[in-house]
């Protein structure tokens, strides 16, 4: 027998190779915008928030939830903000008459 061997030494490490391919294979699960147009509301913190789902096009569908969560909740925000914002004041309503015929 002979002491030469083209294998790794006794108690040493052997990383294997790393294969890479010739050609970048299609991932069908890979983030892609949808293309969806989005037009504008004229209310800037709505159209702010409608933008925002932009960013879900370039993650992966896990991110996805913190989007619309973030999303839904600045939607939530300004439809709540229209309840707070005063109004035109109540109509005065007539006085009570003291004026007791009877």
């Given at each position: 027998m002979s002491d030469s061997h083209a294998g790794p030494a006794e108690g040493e490490t052997v990383e294997p190779e790393?294969?890479?391919p010739d050609?970048?294979?299609?991932?069908?699960a890979a983030?892609?915008?949808?293309?969806?147009?989005?037009?504008p509301?004229?209310?800037?913190?709505?159209?702010?928030c409608l933008a925002r789902?932009?960013?879900a096009d370039h993650l992966a569908t896990d991110g996805h939830i913190e989007v619309y969560e973030d999303v839904h909740r600045g939607l939530r925000d300004a439809l709540t903000a229209l309840d707070q914002r005063p109004g035109p004041p109540a109509p005065a309503t007539a006085p009570a008459?003291?004026?007791n015929r009877s």
């Open positions: 790393l294969q890479v050609e970048p294979s299609y991932d069908p983030p892609a915008p949808l293309g969806v147009e989005r037009t509301t004229g209310n800037a913190e709505v159209d702010a789902l932009g960013d008459s003291s004026d």
